[in-house]
């Protein structure tokens, strides 16, 4: 990820600063950029026209107007978040925020966004925008949250279902915590159901953690000393697993792929990491092996 061209897609609320630092983070582990971007619809989505100017006018010479006012807004943001020369131009670009942001990410190596955007503004909650570029992103998708800024890198976690979808996730980690010379922690969810099944004896905890002792030892060895193994033996769905680990062993970093193994381990979009990404207090960083370039 040297020279990493990073895209934040910004709605100028008080979490875009999180963005920014974050991405700023990142860019300086990896020599990057930093493009601050932001999608609007000019026709009457919110009463007033474009929201955030009140300005009503549809015209040609009105969207001029708007898109160098957003321009300079951008700027401005960028400029007063981040000191360095990282930033670039700022990009805009008309359109449903979710799909633009999927578009044009297609030129950058990352996007890092909030979950959270402007209130009144429904594309930019969690379960619109954020969601839909989690699941269609052709990039990593780093998800920062009201509690938690990608700040410092010492520790982080990257989960498997041993499924190789989920292992699309491990070469970034590797990435980072080579980078920042951090402790990366491979976790695994051995999950049972106690109204069908009981409780996994010692002799089959011991087997999954040979298994992902061997995994860890076949794709990340390179890492030495800074990796770690964990087998999470519970009754919880996996995303309450994750949440509960990461609250009694904070993370500065979570990092999984958006598809996993289907049935009974279901790492899946719309399931695990939807809901780590909507409850933890950790960054988290999507791969999504499906659209991954």
Do not use: C, W
Not at 116 to 126: A, E, K, Y
Not at 210 to 234: C, F, N, P, W, Y
């Amino acid at each position: 990820m040297e020279n990493i061209k990073i895209l934040v897609p910004l709605d100028f609320s008080d979490l875009g600063a999180r963005a920014l630092h974050s991405a700023q983070k990142l860019a300086e582990l990896f020599n990057g950029t930093i493009t601050p971007f932001h999608s609007y619809l000019p026709l009457n989505e919110v009463d007033g026209g474009p929201y955030m100017f009140g300005m009503g006018t549809t015209s040609i010479e009105g969207y001029d107007e708007i898109e160098e006012a957003l321009h300079d807004r951008l700027a401005s943001l960028a400029k007063e978040e981040i000191q360095g020369t990282q930033v670039k131009e700022a990009l805009i670009s008309i359109g449903n925020p979710a799909q633009s942001i999927v578009e044009d990410a297609k030129e950058f190596d990352m996007v890092v966004m909030t979950t959270h955007g402007r209130t009144g503004f429904s594309r930019f909650f969690l379960g619109s925008v954020s969601e839909k570029v989690l699941r269609l992103s052709h990039v990593p998708v780093l998800v920062v949250n009201e509690e938690r800024e990608l700040t410092d890198i010492s520790r982080i976690m990257v989960t498997t279902d041993f499924s190789d979808h989920s292992k699309a996730a491990f070469p970034v980690a590797m990435e980072i915590a080579q980078k920042a010379n951090a402790t990366l922690e491979l976790v695994n969810i051995m999950a049972y159901d106690p109204q069908h099944e009981d409780e996994p004896d010692e002799s089959k905890r011991e087997l999954r953690k040979q298994r992902l002792r061997v995994l860890a030892k076949e794709e990340m060895h390179e890492l030495g000393d800074l990796l770690e193994t964990k087998v999470i033996v519970s009754s919880e769905t996996p995303h309450e697993a994750i949440l509960n680990y990461n609250l009694e062993n904070p993370h500065d970093l979570i990092v999984m792929s958006t598809v996993g193994r289907t049935g009974i381990d279901y790492l899946m979009m719309g399931s695990t990491t939807t809901n780590v990404v909507r409850h933890v207090k950790s960054p988290v960083l999507s791969i999504n092996p499906k659209t991954n370039k």
